[in-house]
């Protein structure tokens, strides 16, 4: 079964501080995973994406993530925070076999100037 | 940004009308799904299809319809909307090539209000 859980419904950091955004992931198989970013009223847009090379993944706008298989996590960070990162943040898996992604619940970052 | 529209942006129709919803996608990708987003749910996958006339049910599929005759055109359909189908519908599309090109891209959605 695969299952996605995004630990914390809501996050709020001061502008220039770090950011984390946690996710844990429950699959059966090898799962690819992701994490998307979805602007107030816009559609869904790709942060960034592991499947199965390098454990620490780089996306856009100073993004990164890392894959832990033995903590079953996928945490999302960032150094500084910055005010056009508030939106909604969804962590979401793929297993290799399947033609399914499974998403989170979703994670709203505010960033306080 | 890959080449997905959604048809209406935005419709509200009354209890028990049918209603569909169009994707099109310019890409040629294999894959197409179709979600809803409501709050506190995330994206909840509705149907998707893996070829022209292959499609399967995703996790709330009851009370919705899919067709897909051309590569390019995923259509949505409800059958007689209902108050609880008030939702924002996303489409997305993936090739599913593990070894180039795995991710979704999704459509700019379609806000829906059952009255």
């Known amino acids: 079964a695969q299952s996605v859980t995004q630990l914390d419904s809501h996050v709020s950091v001061s502008e220039g501080t770090p950011v984390l955004l946690r996710c844990n992931y429950s699959s059966s198989y090898s799962p690819s995973l992701f994490w998307y970013v979805q602007h107030p009223n816009k559609g869904l847009q790709l942060l960034l994406k592991?499947?199965?090379?390098?454990?620490l993944v780089k996306g856009i706008n100073g993004f990164e993530a890392e894959f832990k298989k033995s903590e079953t996590s996928f945490h999302l960070t960032k150094p500084s925070a910055h005010m056009s990162d508030a939106a909604e943040y969804f962590c979401v898996v793929s297993p290799i076999t399947g033609n399914q992604f499974y998403f989170g619940t979703g994670t709203s970052l505010t960033v306080i100037p | 940004d890959a080449g997905i529209t959604q048809s209406p942006r935005h419709k509200v129709t009354e209890t028990g009308t049918p209603v569909t919803l169009r994707c099109h996608q310019t890409?040629?990708?294999?894959?197409m799904y179709w979600y809803r987003q409501d709050p506190g749910h995330g994206l909840r996958l509705i149907h998707y299809s893996y070829g022209v006339k292959d499609t399967d049910k995703g996790e709330v599929s009851d009370g919705y319809s899919v067709s897909r005759s051309k590569t390019e055109d995923f259509l949505l359909t409800l059958e007689s909307a209902t108050s609880s189908q008030t939702s924002v519908y996303f489409c997305?599309?993936?090739?599913?090539?593990?070894?180039?090109?795995?991710?979704?891209?999704f459509g700019p959605g379609t806000r829906l209000t059952v009255t």
């Open positions: 997305a599309i993936s090739p599913r090539d593990r070894g180039i090109d795995y991710e979704q891209y």
């Open positions: 890409e040629n990708h294999r894959y």
């Open positions: 592991y499947t199965s090379a390098a454990t």
